[in-house]
């Protein structure tokens, strides 16, 4: 039996010492990018393998011998040679394989339909593009954790995010600068927001998987709309494969806030989605039946889990000539946070902050996100082609509020024998955003070197939120046990804004050397009208026995006995306006380019007019208003190329941020603790931008940039809490304008492969200052307390000083895992500007940990795992000043600082199949 074995073991011993390897690399031949996923095999011999995230294959174990040697790449020209394996050895091999004419591309613009969203593919639209831009890359948004834009901008350098109270991304902050400074492309044409207060779109109604790829532009160029100084987000949607193509995605999670407690719903079926007003004849006066029970019929369940699901599917049919896409998705979420919270009294600059109120919140919240996206596109005689793009997206939340706060300066507020006076508020609401987007683009080669352009776009956004209902108790404990809860008030509120937008871009390209240097002379022109129709309605309740008592006289609230205060609503308020912005721009722009330099320079102009009508007059008058002003806005930008893998850049362009439908309309909203209004003299701000990068691409699939920049922006426009200058003693919250802000950073990226591994890293530091006055008390001569107005230097609103990304890739061809790791990191900033100095509200620094993982199997087939917020990272909102007057106060933990907001949105975590032929 030994000598069995051993001549087992020899035999096997020889074969490996004659049998020799492939190995090598595999790169596209016109970008010289390695190529992720491509297969490499050798005919009838049954060795095959994937090329790794860095190109690079290996086949082991081969006989020696001649074989044929087949690689093949989606979008690529299959490539094959004969190749003759030496005994013992390891042949080493470069492969360039040629895309299919029809996927040329020509600067960054994608002339075919072929798989172009491979990371290799971002990079090298990154090196060739005219200004500096990142791209997210369609195979990182696959293998990404994140499920909404919001989050998957976040790993891009100098982003950061705000979340909403499910602790969902919904906005992004760009080098320091807030959402309002930002703007959104779908397709690379600007769409309207839903939001009801701002131009800044809500990320979350975006779901991830309909994207091709994400470009984000740090600067702009002369052709491109002028009002963004921090930059742009352009959702590039899936374009028509070259061959019939299929995927389907469905997915299931859950998030383990509800391990701990139910979801609580309300009966969002039987909402009115109009206000009596609306219902009946004019000068009705509204009866407490003439509202819906649904809205206050509360339940508290588990929820079920969630459920996403999406699709795509596209083809080519007349001889290559016809593009069809369809794509869709659906997402029902739950989701929620515990959340803590604090009011103050006035703030007292010498003794510091009075914290009177403690709001224990739980919100609950149910999301049904969908979309849909088609495309048709059609390639004419020669090189002249036309598409036509539409896209639905809509995201209907159903949520409640129930809170229970303690006073803490009133009413006997003993925490140590349990001693409270409590009042208890739940509040429903239904909130519906939709967008719709239809853009018909056509692109004629009038000759060799003459090229039109042009697009008619019409969109349309909505915000709808229909009887949002809130009902308060006021309550007594003694003891830490509740003996006394009656009805106190509630009031009943429909609010809804509608957009509609028709644009149109034209734009002539002509190309025409200039002493031997090839240059692209460009003008176009835009044109847009945009308009708003707002609507607010506002009833109040008093309870007919304001003595009524929970568990006694009521058992729910559809039980309570209400009087309607304002039976006529409160529509003659000025929150129902009609609105408009009409905006006509042109430009010149030239790109000359030399061997190793390109310039690409010009001057847009853009002249707006918007403005508002109230509905309702105030007084003996209707007031409206409008503005009007024209910005010249030059740019320029200047890429130099020392050698083949290296950029230096200089970009300076000048941009613009206008006031919001709302803000420039004179409203009045009255809340618990303070006025807020708008302001019909906001004025619009303008910002010189200079940018510095360089950039080196590190074969193979890897890339080391390192940036500067520098804001300096005229009339910055931010909200504060301000007294109102003739009356001296009411404290508006409202938009200003405030002098000048300088705003200035470094950005550090990095991106390598090594075969099976991944690491991708980046830091932004950003610096900026604003002054502006704040109110701050002093005693005087006499040793009186009295308010001085004094200035204050800060930071501007939402800036972290310091942001970092940190993401560990996997990807093993041979088993068919890949996975990621990544951490994301956000310095401290300002959450809330307060009119007194020294009381910002800040929102203290945190670190996001999300993983991912996917298992690739034969047939198309593969399951993947996605966890978002493993650390369970809540928000934290904090003042910077402490006072001993708050020290028995619960939950008060910081010890430098005083605890205002914490909310904790706990770990979601999904299991899925995707399938893709």
Sequence with gaps: MRILFLSLFLALSCEAAVAGGIKGYVYDSQTGFPLMDATVSLTDSGYSTLTGMDGFFRLKEIPEGDYILKVSSVSYRTYTRRVSVPAGEELMLEIRLEPHRENVLEEVV???????????????????????????????????????????????????????????????????????????????????????RNRYIPLDIFPSQLLDRLDVYKTITP????????????????????????SVNVASGYNDLFFGRDLMGFDFRSVYQHSPYETHPPRYNALPADFSEGAVAFNTRRPMPDLLFDFWAGNRYLKKKLGVLLAGSVQNTY???????????????????TLTTMRERKYSERELRYALYGKIDYRLKGRNKIQWNNAFFNLTDFQVRDTRSTYLTTGGYDPVNGNAALQYDVRS???????????????????????????????????????????????????????????????????????????????LTYDKPVATVPVDWMAGLMYRDRGRVN??????????????????????????????????????????????????????????????????????????????????????NRPSGKQIYTDALPGLHIKYKPEEDINLRLSYYRSLNRP??????????VNEDYVEKGNPDLKHAVADNVDIRFEKYIRPGGQVMVALFYKHI???????????????????????????????????????????????????????????????????????????TVNETRPLFGQSAHIGNLALLFKDPKTGWNGQLAFQYTGDRIFSVSQFIGNDLWQKAFLRMDLSAEKKFNRGWSVFFKSQNLLNTPVIVYLKNKSIKNQQVPHQPLSAGTLIRQDCFYRTFYLGVRYLW
């Design 335 to 353: 989701r929620g946070n515990n959340s803590l919270f604090f009011e103050s009294g006035v703030v007292d600059t010498l003794k510091g902050v």
């Design 429 to 507: 609401r239904t909130t519906r955003k939709v967008i719709y987007n239809s853009n018909l683009q056509g692109e004629q080669y009038l000759s060799d070197d003459l090229r039109l352009n042009w697009s008619a776009v019409y969109s349309t956004a909505s915000r709808d939120q229909p009887d949002r209902a809130t009902v308060l108790l006021d309550g007594e404990e003694k003891n830490f046990e509740s003996v006394k809860t009656t009805v106190y008030n509630a009031t009943r509120r429909w609010k809804r804004n509608t957009d509609r937008d028709i644009t149109g871009y034209l734009n």
């Design 660 to 669: 919001g439908f709302f803000e420039i309309v004179p409203y009045t909203i």
């Design 714 to 788: 005229q009339n910055p426009i931010e909200y504060i809490l301000s007294t109102d200058s003739i009356r001296g003693q009411d404290i508006y919250y409202m938009p200003g304008n405030f002098g000048t802000a300088r705003n200035y950073g470094l950005e550090v990226d990095l991106i390598k492969y090594f075969s099976r591994f991944g690491v991708k890293v980046n830091y932004t530091y950003t610096h900026s200052r604003i002054t502006t006055g704040k109110s701050k008390r002093i005693r005087d001569e006499d040793g009186n307390l009295k308010t001085v």
């Design 223 to 246: 052709n491109m709309e002028a009002d963004a100084m921090g930059g742009v987000v352009d959702l590039v949607m899936r374009d028509a494969p070259d061959s019939l193509q299929l």
């Design 110 to 196: 994608v002339e075919g339909h072929g798989d172009n969203n491979t990371e290799p593919h971002a990079r090298f639209m990154e090196q060739r593009a005219a200004q500096v831009m990142h791209v997210v890359s369609g195979q990182s948004i696959r293998i990404s954790p994140d499920l909404s834009v919001a989050h998957l901008l976040q790993r891009v350098s100098g982003i950061s995010v705000e979340a909403d109270k499910g602790g969902d991304g919904k906005y992004t902050i760009m080098r320091g600068m807030d959402k309002r400074y930002n703007y959104l492309l779908v397709n690379g044409v600007k769409i309207p927001s839903p939001d009801e």
């Design 535 to 620: 609507f607010y309605n506002e009833y109040e309740f008093r309870p007919v026995d304001p003595y009524a008592q929970y568990g006694v006289d009521f058992d729910d609230y559809n039980g309570i006995q209400w009087i309607v205060e304002n039976p006529r609503g409160s529509v003659g308020a000025s929150l129902n306006y009609h609105s408009f912005e009409r905006l006509a721009a042109g430009y010149v722009q030239a790109k000359a380019r030399l061997e190793q330099l390109e310039i690409t320079g010009g001057l847009r102009i853009e002249k707006t007019s918007q403005g508002y009508d109230l509905d309702f007059p105030i007084g003996e």
